[in-house]
């Protein structure tokens, strides 16, 4: 989510400096009573997904991913997390 975030503001405002932080929490310590872990992880595979597409509908800077990364994503997908990712359509 941060790094959406940063490209976000970074294609709007190319020309300002930000900085994204969160609080150090390991990913075991992040889902709690609203979010669950197989939340959690839905959440992370969409917004990857939005930072594979994204600068291609202008609305974030590209973002290097590594190959590993890339299959990493893919894999969670296979295992079922797909519920925040965005139909081919849209």
Request: cysteine-free; glycine content about 4%; charged content about 25%.
């Amino acid at each position: 989510m941060e790094r959406r975030a940063l490209a976000t503001f970074q294609k709007i405002w190319p020309d300002k400096q930000a900085r994204v932080t969160s609080p150090p929490v390991t990913m075991e310590e992040y889902p709690n009573d609203v979010i669950s872990m197989e939340e959690m992880i839905n959440i992370m595979v969409g917004d990857f997904q939005r930072i594979l597409i994204y600068p291609q509908k202008g609305f974030q800077i590209e973002q290097p991913v590594t190959g590993e990364l890339l299959k990493s994503y893919e894999a969670l997908i296979q295992h079922g997390f797909s519920k925040h990712l965005i139909k081919n359509d849209q």
